[in-house]
């Protein structure tokens, strides 16, 4: 039964292969390019769109919650209103509308010695940087953006650079279209690099982002990432970071959800040397009908890396929260020192959380562990405040930002954790004047 | 022989900072308060011994405004006011403060930011001006040099990793900040060694005013060798069965409970 | 420490690789035709006398399952199972259902003397000490068929009917058409379809209201002939605030060539009635090169239908070249209660994917899950389980606990729980760990004398420990010398 091939069945699979096939011949890129994405298409065709038994999607199922797909965004370039997201964080800001880099639009201030490329520009160059990473990695998603990516950026920071200022790669959202980028971000060994990434989009517009970043961290290297998707309320946002991440280099990353309709931000993490460490953290805000979903993947390829998961996630109204994390620890990988743990808080009756905490270990001097909870607010600490006076309202705020700080601090940057914690404090107060 | 004075002055109609009256309560299908009647003066510190399971801590939580009671019958008259029906957070901010015999850990929040957001929600309920934060800050020291309560403990999430003492010491921390009317310690001294339990009596002891009434819940009596009593009452399940001077305690402290549960049940 | 020491001791007697319930019994079968069709479905319907209804149930999951595929989710890998190279049905031929232990063939009874499964009542387990007067009731099922149950007399007059699913088919249609099938449904999974259609044999278990089952009741699984599946099907009802306590165990020979178990086990427990529900599977786990053993394909499910009821699994896993099985608790009644508690013990070449299913849809539903899997050789040891809480299991609790060993670096430990829940006022909490021995444990146990052998089951029974405590007394012991059996050769 299983062996019959699979008909593109559903309208939105039928919209994505139209697609395909009309912007094929003026996708950017060269001859080599135009082979990858038409090989990458038939991928994504052989496998739909994931759904329920697609076990990495089993709570995200497109097949369903996918109805229909907007068209690519117009030729002429879109003006945006200028975001006034993380007001107090100093950046460099890395403008990208529709899946387009917008160098105009950009500030590359404090970001001497680091080459900024369109990403366009690299695919006609035949680049091999596109695609070394995702090209690895399994999923029908990833296919579809390597097939149809238009744009993006790639940020090359040589060996040895300190770059002290933050870099923001501004993901704007004009309407209700398809988008698909791709950024490339790589780091010389020895260097450092502290990175915001942010999705954002107009309200009301039922847009679709499939955004790919590949990062490549080499020996040595410390590089800080904060992820913020705050896209409009109708949007579907789809994202995937792949990064490798080079002996004794250090790696912490934030993944911040509290836009979108239906989200799914998955990251993979390989370690390419020894002594690595990684640190990823995630942080789920979500209320209304919302479905959130993080994918936190760690890959100890090689001995004695050392990562740490801690994710939170806070359920409002009828919103689904979704945490799939895995620790894989390869053959051989001895001494690795893996943790990860998840915590739901549900703040109604009808939110719901599912998690699936995965842990496969192939050696075996290791120390792996995780675990995880859900529940309401607890009533003990809660009674605690109360009995000191705070009203209850502002007793629940603080017992939910603490809860919620506990990831994003984890980051351990300052700046960007103030400008990330300003973020929840925001949906926080907006949740209490909408209840 | 202040015992004796004070039950005098009580009797002579001061005015009562507490005052209960008949209180029943129930978990569930189970009554552990079964009419508990108890007067408290203005200024006047008392204490509350009783075996375990009398229904001590219950009375203590019933007080406060702990959800999952159910106030049967009776009532709470605090400051002439009846509080059956008053909220937690409002009685907090009327002035009864509970020291917990448990403090709860509560990770992510730190002490200090804690502390301001109880005073100040307090000071906002009874219509009060915010305090400055130089003026908080000078208070919190003041209170916690007395206290021993360092600088590096202010900054860690509140009672996280704190040991036994330095939780207690932090309880009576919040209690000096939050200036109560009525202070409710229950089983304070648990936990306690000899000199830790020095250190929070006499921070305790500091605390005693003429317009502040304490209720010291204890099973043992050597807490109310550093805290003395004015008055002592036993409470056997869910009754207050009898009143005394501090004698009663030593009295306790010889003979054990055994007549006080078995006269309960008859 | 005087289970510790049997261990010990055990580990010192046993030779490396020595299964020792390897050997075959020569005995005449009576075998089905090979292969599966709507004929041998009929062939084993006819076979046991069965009623109509019953065989129309059977093809009915027949057809179902000719429309199912293979399970691929597990963690598992193996040749693709020829269906229509199997026997699936083979009973010895001088059983026509005895009446009595007397007529039980003496190369039977044989048999289970060797493998330390009392047959005579007045026996009592096999070097158990201390269990002269606790007496436990054994069915014995031969490859296809129940060869005896005993105290079966004894037990009916305390209203508690122990016999095979064949004689309950049989004698007691009513309560067999009123459950079976009612908690694992004929659709279910491939496996449970299959085994609807083909099961031959199992155990039948009522116990009336009110009823506290006298004594423990256990089945002895044995599969004996060649290339031939086993299905059997076991149905336990508590009615109304009744207890029994139930025991399982399972041993084959050791032969070159995989043997397909699919088993179904059903329990139902009506208002405040508790089940427990204990296994020792020990199938042939094939050689050291990975060749024979059995794949112990199994589903077990338990509904707690009434208030107040009460469900606990507890399973020694330490046979079988691969094990599929999760068995389940349904939480159904409000305060209702499940509970999960496995030893997983992997070595040579040997695949586990195991775990259990809570699912709260009652108020108040509590379950607990412990798991402890031990992986040693090259074998591959998953621990997959799901809790989850539907919209209206408010004050839902689950505690789960799962912890992994590693001896040697070339086997895997893997942990795959899913969590769901749908209540606010659900609270969830799921704690797991995977760890190899820590050197300096065993250094202080080879500095007080013990050898690597020695200490190595020092600390895994230690390990397990929470888990075994669990199992009723009698086979407590039994299980312990297991893990150290299947442990053998582990350290290097």
């Not at chain 1, 705070?390 to 007793?395: H, I």
């Amino acid at each position: 039964m299983n062996a019959e091939p699979r008909i593109l069945n559903t309208p939105a699979e039928v919209t994505l292969a139209e697609a395909f096939s009309a912007s094929r011949g003026h996708l950017p890129g060269d001859a080599a390019v135009a082979a990858a994405r038409a090989v990458a298409f038939d991928a994504f065709q052989k496998k739909g769109l994931p759904h329920r038994r697609t076990e990495a999607w089993r709570y995200t199922d497109l097949r369903v919650l996918l109805r229909s797909v907007p068209p690519a965004p117009p030729a002429a370039p879109a003006s945006i209103a200028s975001a006034a997201l993380l007001p107090g964080l100093d950046r460099a800001r890395l403008v990208i509308v529709d899946g387009a880099y917008r160098p105009e639009l950009s500030d590359l201030s404090g970001l001497d010695g680091v080459e900024v490329t369109s990403l366009a520009t690299l695919l006609d160059q035949g680049d091999e940087r596109v695609g070394a990473l995702a090209g690895r990695l399994d999923d029908a998603m990833v296919a579809l953006n390597t097939a149809m990516m238009t744009g993006g950026v790639a940020i090359r920071v040589p060996a040895g650079l300190d770059v002290t200022r933050a870099v923001e790669i501004a993901h704007v959202t004009s309407g209700a279209y398809s988008v698909f980028a791709r950024n490339l971000i790589s780091v010389g060994a020895g260097a450092s690099l502290r990175v915001v990434e942010s999705f954002t989009g107009p309200d009301a517009a039922a847009s679709v982002a499939n955004i790919v970043t590949e990062a490549v961290i080499g020996d040595r290297a410390k590089v800080t990432w904060a992820k913020l998707q705050a896209e409009g309320n109708a949007a579907v946002h789809l994202s995937t970071t792949a990064v490798s991440i080079g002996g004794e280099s250090q790696f912490d990353h934030l993944t911040l959800m509290t836009g979108a309709s239906i989200s799914r931000s998955q990251s993979f993490v390989t370690y390419g040397g020894e002594f690595a460490r990684a640190g990823l953290f995630g942080a789920t805000m979500i209320g209304g009908k919302q479905h959130a979903d993080i994918m936190l993947g760690v890959d100890h390829a090689v001995p004695n890396g050392a990562s740490r998961e801690l994710f939170k996630a806070v359920m409002d109204g009828k919103a689904d929260g979704i945490f799939q994390g895995r620790i894989v620890v390869r053959p051989g990988a001895q001494k690795v020192d893996g943790k990860m743990m998840t915590q739901g808080l549900l703040l109604s009756e009808d939110a719901s959380f599912s998690v699936k905490p995965e842990l496969e270990i192939f050696a075996d001097d290791v120390q792996c562990a995780h675990g995880a909870t859900s529940g309401e607010i607890d009533e003990d600490m809660l009674f605690y405040l109360l009995s000191r006076g705070l009203p209850r309202a502002e007793a629940e705020t603080l017992l939910v930002t603490a809860f919620l700080a506990e990831a994003i601090e984890g980051l351990g940057d300052e700046a960007i954790g103030e400008a990330f914690e300003q973020v929840a404090r925001d949906w926080l107060a907006d949740r209490k004047t909408l209840s | 022989m202040t015992a004796v004075r004070s039950v005098a002055a009580g009797m002579n109609g001061q005015i009562k900072m507490l005052s209960i009256k008949n209180l029943h309560a129930s978990v569930g299908d189970r009554e552990i308060l079964r009419g508990v009647n108890l007067e408290v003066p203005t200024g006047q510190v008392h204490a509350i011994m009783g075996p375990n399971g009398s229904g001590k801590s219950t009375l203590s939580y019933v007080l406060a405004g702990r959800d999952g009671y159910d106030i049967t019958d009776g009532s709470i008259v605090f400051g002439g006011e009846e509080i059956v029906e008053t909220p937690a957070e409002e009685r907090a901010a009327k002035g009864i403060f509970l020291a917990f015999q448990y403090p709860l850990e509560i990770p992510g929040v730190a002490t200090m930011t804690f502390l301001k957001a109880a005073m100040n929600a307090q000071r906002k309920a009874r219509g009060e001006a915010e305090l400055t934060t130089p003026d908080f800050m000078r208070r919190v020291k003041v209170a916690a040099e007395k206290l021993n309560v360092t600088q590096e403990m202010l900054r860690r999430p509140l009672n996280v990793g704190f040991s036994g003492g330095e939780k207690k010491r932090n309880e009576i921390l919040q209690m000096a900040l939050l200036e109560p009317k009525l202070a409710i310690l229950d089983e304070t001294d648990s936990g306690l060694d000899i000199d830790a339990l020095k250190t929070v009596s006499d921070g305790v002891n500091a605390l005693r005013a003429p317009n502040r009434s304490m209720l010291v819940i204890t099973h043992y009596q050597r807490l109310l060798d550093h805290i003395v009593p004015d008055v002592v009452h036993v409470m056997a399940a869910g009754r207050i069965v009898r009143s005394g001077g501090p004698e009663l305690a030593l009295e306790l402290e010889a003979n054990g409970y055994a007549d006080y549960v078995g006269a309960a049940a008859a | 420490m005087p289970a510790v020491q049997e261990t010990v001791d055990q580990v010192r007697r046993i030779d490396v690789d020595q299964y020792k319930y390897g050997f075959v019994t020569d005995i005449e079968s009576d075998r089905a035709p090979k292969g599966l069709s709507e004929d041998i479905v009929r062939y084993i319907s006819a076979k046991k006398n069965e009623p109509e209804w019953m065989l129309e149930w059977r093809l009915e999951a027949y057809r179902r399952w000719l429309t199912m595929t293979e399970p691929t989710w597990a963690r598992v890998h193996y040749p693709k199972i020829d269906f229509d190279d199997l026997y699936y049905y083979s009973a010895p031929k001088s059983t026509k259902g005895p009446k009595s232990l007397d007529e039980v063939d003496p190369e039977l009874l044989a048999t289970y003397e060797k493998l330390g499964i009392p047959l005579r009542e007045r026996e009592i387990l096999a070097g158990v000490e201390g269990a002269s007067d606790r007496r436990v009731a054994v069915d014995a099922v031969f490859d296809s068929v129940s060869v005896v149950t005993t105290f079966k007399e004894e037990l009916k007059k305390a209203g508690v009917i122990f016999c095979a699913i064949s004689e309950a088919i049989r004698e007691y249609p009513d309560l067999v058409r009123k459950y079976l099938g009612s908690v694992v449904p004929t659709s279910d999974n491939f496996y449970a379809t299959l085994n609807s259609a083909v099961f031959s044999d199992g155990s039948f278990v009522y116990v009336p209201e009110g009823v506290r089952c006298p004594m423990e009741l256990s089945t002895y699984f044995r599969i004996n002939e060649r290339n031939t599946g086993q299905f059997e099907r076991t149905l336990i009802i508590a009615e109304k605030g009744a207890y029994v306590s139930y025991l399982e165990g399972c041993t084959a020979p050791m032969r070159d060539e995989n043997q397909l178990h699919a088993a179904v086990v059903e329990l139902v427990a009506l208002d405040d009635a508790e089940i427990k529900y204990s296994t020792v599977q020990n199938w042939y786990p094939g050689d050291k090169d990975g060749k024979g053993g059995i794949y112990n394909f199994v589903t077990k499910r338990g509904d707690c239908r009434g208030a107040r009821s009460k469900i606990s699994w507890t399973q020694v896993e330490t046979g079988s070249a691969i094990t599929w099985k999760y068995p389940s608790c349904i939480l159904r009644g409000d305060e209702s209660q499940g509970e999960f508690y496995s030893i997983a013990v992997s070595n040579g070449y040997q695949q586990v994917d195991s775990g259990t299913k809570m699912i709260h849809l009652g108020k108040n539903t509590r379950s607990r899950i412990i798991s402890k899997g031990i992986a040693a050789g090259r074998s591959d040891n998953t621990y997959r389980g799901l809790v989850s809480a539907h919209r209206k299991a408010s004050g839902a609790r689950n505690f789960t606990n799962c912890d992994s060993l590693l001896i040697g670096d070339q086997c895997g430990a893997h942990t795959v729980p899913y969590i769901e829940s749908k209540n606010a006022s659900a609270v969830f909490e799921h704690e797991a760990t995977t760890s190899k021995i820590a050197d300096d444990q065993l250094f202080y146990c080879l500095q007080r004398g013990l050898t690597s052998e020695e200490a190595v089951a020092l600390i895994v029974n230690g390990f397990v420990k929470d888990v075994i405590q669990q199992l009723p007394m009698e086979f407590a012991v039994e299980a312990q010398k297991l893990i150290s059996i299947s442990l053998e050769g582990s350290v290097g």
